[in-house]
C-alpha cells in the first residue's frame, strides 16, 4: 500500500513555500546573507522544532523566513520543494506565499514573486509539473497593511491566482479582512483562507460568508457544528487539511483522534496536503502514508483524497480531466 501511494499522481492544496524551507538550505543561506539564526548546527535547527501550539510554530517559521533576502533564495527554496514534488508525484501545485513576511524586512516584492515564478516556470519547463501561486494576507497585521499588499500585489497579476488569509488564527477572524477579500474578488483573484484550524466554527461561517471564499484551509473544527457540516456536504466546499500539521501543533493529541476519515465517510469535500512539511515530519506522502498507519483509511479512501484535490484545484476542467484519467491509468497499472 505504501509503494501504491507513492506512485500515485497527486495535487497539493495547501502549501506555504516558506514552511518548506528545509534546515540544510536555511543554514546555506544564513551563510551565505550572513544572517545570524540562533542556531549552531543543523541539528540545533532540528531540535527546535518540537510545538505545542499554532503560535508556538509561527514564532520559529518567522524568525526562519528572515534568511531569504535575495531572488535567487526564494527560486532555491521554490526549486527544493519542486524536487520534493518529483519525489512525491505531485504534478499540480497551488503555492501560498506571505509577502508581508518579507517586505516588512526591507525585501522588494518583485524579489519575491520573480524568485518563485521563475522556479515554478521551470518546474513546467523540466518535469512537466503545473502551478498557481496563492498569496496570503497574514491576520496577525491589520487590514490596512493587508490592502497595501494587494495593491503592491496589482502589478504582478499574471503571477498571483488568488489570495489567501494564515497565521495566527485566534483573536483574528476573516471579518477583520472584509474590504480587502472584497478588493481582491473585484480584482479577479480566487479567494481561500485558514478557518477552524484552532479557532472555533464561526471562523468558517465568517470566511464563507463574509469573505466569499472557496476552499477552506484546515477547517477541522467544522465537525463541531452540525450545521455547517451539512452545508459543507450540500455545496462541496473543499477543505484542504493537513494531518501532519494537525499533530505537530497539538489540534489532535495524536493520529488515533485526528477526525480526517470521520470527515470524509460524511462526504465532505476533504483533500490531503502537507502545510509546512519542512517543519512537521514529511512531504504530502508521508501524510497519506500517516493516515495509512494511523487510521482506519482504505485504498479507495485514498484514490477519493486524491481526486478531490484534482477537482478542487483551480485548473482547467480539462486539466482535471487529464489528471485524473493519469491517476486512473497509474492504479489500473498498479494491479
Ligand atoms: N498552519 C498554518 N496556519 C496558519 N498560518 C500558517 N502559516 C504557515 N503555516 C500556517
Ligand atoms: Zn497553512
Avoid at 477572524?173 to 481561500?192: I, M, N, R
Wanted: a negative charge.
Amino acid at each position: 500500500m505504501i509503494e501504491f501511494i507513492k506512485q500515485l499522481p497527486k495535487a497539493e492544496l495547501h502549501l506555504h513555500i516558506e514552511g518548506s524551507l528545509e534546515p540544510e538550505l536555511m543554514f546555506k543561506l544564513s551563510r551565505r546573507n550572513n544572517i545570524e539564526i540562533p542556531y549552531k548546527t543543523i541539528d540545533d535547527i532540528k531540535k527546535a522544532y518540537n510545538f505545542t501550539s499554532l503560535q508556538s510554530f509561527l514564532d520559529i517559521y518567522y524568525a526562519g523566513a528572515k534568511v531569504l533576502i535575495h531572488k535567487q533564495d526564494f527560486y532555491d527554496l521554490t526549486w527544493d520543494y519542486v524536487l520534493k514534488c518529483v519525489e512525491n508525484n505531485i504534478v499540480h501545485t497551488e503555492i501560498f506565499f506571505d509577502p508581508q513576511t518579507h517586505t516588512h524586512r526591507g525585501i522588494e516584492f518583485k524579489t519575491i514573486i520573480e524568485g518563485i515564478q521563475e522556479a515554478l516556470n521551470d518546474a513546467k519547463e523540466k518535469f512537466g509539473i503545473t502551478s498557481a501561486i496563492i498569496m496570503c494576507f497574514l491576520r496577525h497585521l491589520d487590514q490596512e497593511d493587508a490592502l497595501k499588499t494587494l495593491n503592491q500585489a496589482l502589478e504582478y497579476k499574471k503571477y498571483i491566482l488568488g489570495v489567501g488569509l494564515d497565521s495566527s488564527e485566534l483573536g483574528n477572524p476573516p471579518s477583520k479582512f472584509e474590504e480587502v477579500f472584497k478588493k481582491a474578488k473585484e480584482k479577479g483573484f480566487k479567494l481561500v483562507a485558514h478557518a477552524g484550524e484552532e479557532a472555533d466554527v464561526s471562523y468558517i461561517f465568517e470566511a464563507l460568508d463574509i469573505l466569499s471564499i472557496q476552499r477552506i484551509d484546515h477547517g477541522v473544527q467544522s465537525y463541531k457544528s452540525d450545521e455547517l457540516m451539512q452545508r459543507l456536504k450540500k455545496e462541496q466546499i473543499p477543505l484542504t487539511v493537513c494531518p501532519n500539521s494537525n499533530i505537530e501543533l497539538k489540534v489532535f493529541e495524536n493520529y488515533s483522534q485526528h477526525n480526517i476519515k470521520k470527515l470524509l465517510d460524511y462526504d465532505l469535500n476533504v483533500t490531503v496536503n502537507s502545510d509546512d512539511p519542512s517543519y512537521f515530519k514529511g512531504y504530502l506522502n508521508q501524510n497519506f502514508i500517516n493516515l495509512y498507519e494511523n487510521l482506519d483509511i482504505s485504498e479507495e479512501d485514498i484514490i477519493k483524497l486524491i481526486k478531490n484535490s484534482f477537482n478542487s484545484s483551480f485548473i482547467s476542467e480539462s486539466l482535471k480531466k487529464q489528471y485524473i484519467n493519469k491517476l486512473e491509468e497509474t492504479i489500473k497499472k498498479q494491479k
